[in-house]
């Protein structure tokens, strides 16, 4: 199957800092990448959806001067948090999803989101 | 918030047991699907059942869905130790994002 990575698994990092995470599509090229945030034993929440060559849209409440996401590639996006603070500390993950290269049968396209490991962020 | 509710949030069963866990959400939808995760780790795809399918089955695994209900549910049968993990529900509205639910605990005792 489609393979995500992250880099790096784990950061600390001092308030104020900023911290850049990578999230890469090794075995496809990922027209759309997706930005996830989740607290300890919470759900996975969609921070914002980064397609390759146009700017990121953002998920009503998140700031976009403070994530900063760039998808210059088909297989790499990146997340940026600014001036990094501890309310920032969480577990950040990444998926990829191809709109394009892989056409099933009947023409259907592939509805599943592939995840990356996850970046956990600790800010102190 | 378009989040939907997954039940139980936590669930304690005998290796051996079948595990059921329910999910419904709010809006109309292609697909849904259901994903584990170990504790710390990224997400598993599981499985993924469209708006025009009632049943799937995928070895152990068996999830329906009820459109009118706006409901899931997905069975795991003869449970394992190894099936210890959180399993979330996801549903896809049709603007190529993916609506989590609040997830289940599942924990299987030896």
């Known amino acids: 199957g489609a393979v995500v990575s992250q880099h790096p698994s784990r950061v600390i990092c001092k308030s104020g800092t900023s911290v850049k995470i990578e999230c890469r599509s090794l075995?496809?090229?990922?027209?759309?990448m997706f930005w996830y945030r989740q607290f300890p034993k919470q759900s996975l929440m969609l921070m914002a959806t980064?397609?390759?060559?146009?700017?990121?849209?953002?998920e009503q409440g998140v700031e976009k001067d403070k994530f900063l996401i760039n998808h210059a590639s088909l297989t790499l996006s990146t997340l940026t948090v600014t001036s990094a603070h501890p309310e920032d500390s969480s577990f950040y993950i990444c998926?990829?999803?191809?709109?394009?290269?892989?056409?099933?049968?009947?023409?259907?396209?592939?509805?599943?989101?592939?995840f990356g490991p996850g970046t956990r962020l600790t800010v102190l | 918030s378009q989040q939907g509710e997954e039940d139980p949030q936590a669930l304690s069963i005998q290796e051996g047991e079948n595990a059921t866990m329910n999910c419904s959400y709010k809006t109309s939808i292609n697909n849904l699907q259901w994903y584990r995760q170990n504790s710390g780790r990224g997400l598993v795809h599981l499985i993924l059942i469209r708006s025009n399918e009632r049943e799937k089955h995928s070895g152990r695994l068996r999830v329906t869905l009820d459109t009118s209900k706006k409901s899931s549910s997905l069975l795991i049968t003869a449970s394992r130790a190894a099936d210890t993990a959180s399993y979330f529900c996801?549903?896809?509205?049709?603007?190529?994002?993916?609506?989590f639910g609040q997830g289940t605990r599942l924990t299987i005792n030896p």
């Open positions: 075995d496809f090229q990922a027209t759309t």
């Open positions: 998926s990829a999803r191809d709109f394009r290269g892989t056409r099933l049968a009947g023409g259907r396209r592939s509805d599943t989101q592939y």
């Open positions: 996801a549903t896809d509205p049709g603007a190529q994002k993916l609506v």
């Open positions: 980064s397609n390759e060559g146009s700017k990121a849209t953002y």
